[in-house]
């Protein structure tokens, strides 16, 4: 019981701080999609880069944090592994990141909105937005499924990968 409780650890912390670096992702996104949408009226290829730009930003985040962080303990390790560096590891953690940030914003809204409904009688656009805009408890319900279901992804990944 104790081994299992400490495998679901891994996942969880991961989860949870892809979920830190996807708050930072929408706050980024906040600022730059009026700057954007701006663009796009005068310079409709360049605000297409821009979108792709900030479409991937999270994996270029993530690879980098990964390969500084893998860095700094290779550092403090004392005796040398022989292991390649963290360079394409590194692009993986980023890919998957990204991933596992879409797919759980994608899965944990249906759930969400399997858990609460839009109302039957409004089945209008107004309706979704209400039920997705109004955030009492269903914050936490949202955070907590996302984190889930972005937990299950880590350790679908880490047992397919045998760690």
Known sequence: MKHAARSLLSPLLSAGLLYLVMIGFNVLAAAVVPW?????????????????????????????????????MDHLDAGDTGRPGPGMASLWAGLFAWFAMFFASLASTFLFLAIFPPPVDERSFAALAHVVLDVRLELGVHVALWVGVAALLYHVEKRARGS
């Open 36 to 72: 954007l949408l701006e663009l796009g009226e005068s310079a409709p290829r360049l605000a297409a880069l821009g979108w792709l730009g900030l479409f991937c930003s999270p994996i270029a985040f993530v690879a980098i944090v990964y390969r500084a962080a893998h860095g700094v």
